[in-house]
């Protein structure tokens, strides 16, 4: 199984049966949202608050890779607006990009090259009041997480392709990542329990870090956890991959990073990974 995996220090892809870790980029974190198409893989990397970079301030890019996963270029010339952005997500031959500072999701169709901005909360428009940082299409359903900062985060579920809403959850504290089971939902409760969670209570145990980071194999959950530290302290340290079996919900293994910092997102590259939703890069 081989992964690709953001932290605030690098871009790496990992072995997970040798352990193998290659580094891809690296120096301008913080890297968070990873995607692709056919032909390119796709990068954010944003604002280092150690450093004293502001956002708003920072232009936060969007990094290119080719099959090989080598470093090509930028995928806009200029700023287009992103402030803290968040996961990314390839769909429908348009790049979907959660501008949490701007509590907005930005949709770059790349047959026009426009740009489509979509408030799904239409009376929060443009300050980060429900720090939307997950998305993820399934059949005819799109679904966002809001971590909702100091409140209680919630699931928004929208028809596809038409973004009508159907449906709220509520699932978790400070939660990211987004993968659905039988049209249950699981999120990582980052801040409270620390551990994968459910809407039908079901769990998968951590309690370790912070719990940021999910993919989901046919056989397994994989699950990032870092150091519990202020936004400003996020370079520091390792950080921990969990391995799951996702039949039984229990933890198999789990493997270090070194100096990577916090993590902020795993994708599968060679596996349909559920988590995703997407066909495997490799």
Known sequence: MLLIITTYNYICVYNVENKYLKTIHEGEGKYF???WNKNNLFATVGVRLNLGEKYGEKTERILIFDKDLNYTGRLFDKDIGLINVH????????????NSGKNR?????????????????RFRKGKDYNHFNSILITGEKLYLL?????RKSRIYQYSYPDLKKERTY?????????????????????????????THNNKIIINDGY????????????????N???RDERQNGDCTLYIADRQTKQITDKHILPNAGNI?????LNEYDYAHGIDPFI
């Open 146 to 150: 809001a971590h909702n900062n100091k």
């Open 33 to 35: 949202g990873i995607t």
């Open 87 to 98: 996961q990314i997500l390839w769909f429908d031959n348009k790049l979907w990009m959660m």
């Open 105 to 121: 999701v930005d949709i770059h169709d790349q047959s026009t090259g426009n740009i489509q901005y979509w408030y799904p909360r």
């Open 228 to 230: 519990i530290a202020t």
């Open 264 to 268: 902020y997102e795993i994708r599968v």
């Open 211 to 226: 719990l940021r980071g999910l993919a989901v194999t046919g056989r397994y959950l994989i699950l990032g956890s870092s």
């Open 170 to 198: 509520r699932l978790g504290y400070q939660s990211h990542n987004l993968y659905i089971e039988n049209e249950e939902i699981y999120v990582c409760d980052s801040k409270r329990s620390r551990n994968l969670i459910s």
